[in-house]
């Protein structure tokens, strides 16, 4: 499957922004998605993660109460509602994707599938 990311830019703190990723080349539907990000010098982290039928949710706790993952199986993307920006969500934000159903999965190591990532800066 391919991926897409797109949506981010630059805000300040306090606002709001939703990213965007677009999946292509297979069964949507099959794949746990997620969003992970990294800041430059750190290495990349988990933020949040979907199953197939969206129903299951899994979040970073520094994201928890302030970004909402979503996914519309009609139209092949998931997206990451975030909130209440603070200077510390300023990173290079990548989808990625495996096929199955666990979202306990939070290490970038199993995921197969990536997209290019999408900058965020926050401002203060």
């Known amino acids: 499957v391919q991926l897409q990311a797109s949506g981010g830019g630059l805000v300040q703190a306090g606002d709001s922004l939703r990213l965007s990723c677009a999946a292509s080349?297979?069964?949507?539907?099959?794949?746990?998605m997620a969003w992970f990000r990294q800041a430059p010098g750190k290495e990349r982290e988990f933020v949040a993660n979907?199953?197939?039928?969206?129903?299951?949710?899994t979040y970073a706790d520094s994201v928890k109460g302030r970004f909402t993952m979503s996914r519309d199986n009609t139209k092949n993307t998931v997206y990451l509602q975030m909130n209440s920006l603070k200077l510390g969500d300023t990173a290079v934000y990548y989808c990625a994707a495996f096929r199955g159903a666990y979202i306990g999965r939070t290490s970038p190591n199993g995921y197969h599938y990536w997209g290019q990532g999408t900058h965020l800066t926050v401002s203060s």
């Open positions: 979907i199953n197939g039928s969206g129903v299951r949710k």
């Open positions: 080349g297979g069964i949507f539907l099959t794949y746990v």
